[in-house]
């Protein structure tokens, strides 16, 4: 009986430490560290570059201002009178923010009917996926983390009708994923475990 209770406190012990698949990496402003911590994110970023063409520092940049890395990411929910909840901002969820109807779109695309959106290897492939057609749709640079944050932001449709233009605050969100891709390249260059 002894044993049981000790199996027991040891499993509770080990899970209160654990965090969870979905939680974030420590350390979002180094990519090694990030990788290191995550291999699992390393081999999903390649895989989306093999098959869609979109490098690793374009998705990582993409995924940090989307979700902060956290799998079960969600939009806010929304108050009437200001503490009523009347539901989210919108359907998107997960590591790559996929709205309900994008993500439909893609399984049906790639049949890929399983892939769920907390679950890094499949953000990854629909975030590929989305890119590889903001290039085919639009022009953009499967490179250029700046304007292919704009259209996934705002849609194939949006992003070639300008609509980003009159948002300022998206502008600059759009600096910072261009940045932040920069930098998480650079520091990509000098992982041990990135070669």
């Known amino acids: 009986m002894s044993r049981l209770i000790s199996a027991l406190v040891l499993l509770m012990a080990v899970a209160s430490c654990g965090g969870g698949h979905k939680a974030p990496p420590r350390n979002l402003d180094n990519a090694c560290s990030i990788i290191q911590q995550r291999p699992e994110y390393l081999k999903a970023f390649r895989a989306t570059q093999r098959r869609w063409g979109v490098p690793v520092h374009v998705q990582m940049a993409t995924i940090y201002h989307e979700s902060r890395f956290r799998g079960d990411a969600r939009t806010p929910h929304q108050y009437l009178l200001g503490v009523i909840p009347v539901g989210r901002q919108s359907s998107a969820y997960g590591y790559s923010q996929a709205l309900d109807g994008t ?54 449709t949006g992003y070639s009708r300008g609509s980003y233009r009159s948002k300022a605050w998206l502008m600059r969100v759009a600096g910072q994923v261009e940045a932040r891709a920069q930098a998480y390249q650079a520091q990509l260059a000098t992982c041990r475990k990135f070669r």
């Open 103 to 156: 993500w439909d779109d893609y399984r049906r695309d790639t049949g890929r009917r399983r892939a769920k959106r907390d679950r890094i290897s499949d953000a990854a492939d629909f975030m590929g996926w989305y890119m590889r057609k903001s290039l085919e749709k639009n022009g953009i640079p499967l490179y250029d983390a700046r304007n292919q944050y704009l259209a996934y932001h705002e849609g194939h």
